[in-house]
């Protein structure tokens, strides 16, 4: 099993209440439901002030590497990924479990 997590940081002046954030963030919201390859998926905002903080997180799993690339592959998250890379810069890990 690998786990796959994400963490955005929205740049600097973007705001989480604008319309094309909140489209990205909803278009995440649905990845779950459209990617079979993922046997686990959860994403929320960020609820911490920290400054250190990122402001979106990702925490989802998938069987295998062959699984997380047809993940990757997958045109809804390519969309998604299209959305986020207007407006945020974002951090990834992934790990066998």
């Known amino acids: 099993m690998i786990r796959h997590l994400v963490l955005f940081k929205l740049n600097e002046g973007v705001s989480r209440d604008e319309p094309r954030v909140t489209a990205g963030a ?3 919201e649905k990845l779950g439901e459209q990617i079979p390859e993922l046997e686990f998926w959860e994403c929320a905002w960020n609820i911490s002030d920290r400054p250190i903080a990122y402001d ?13 690339q047809r993940y990757l592959d997958h045109p809804a998250h390519q969309a998604g990924v299209g959305q986020w890379r207007e407006f945020a810069t974002w951090v990834i890990a992934d790990y066998e479990f």
């Open 56 to 68: 979106f997180a990702i925490n989802s799993a998938v069987p295998d590497r062959d699984a997380l």
């Open 26 to 28: 909803q278009a995440f």
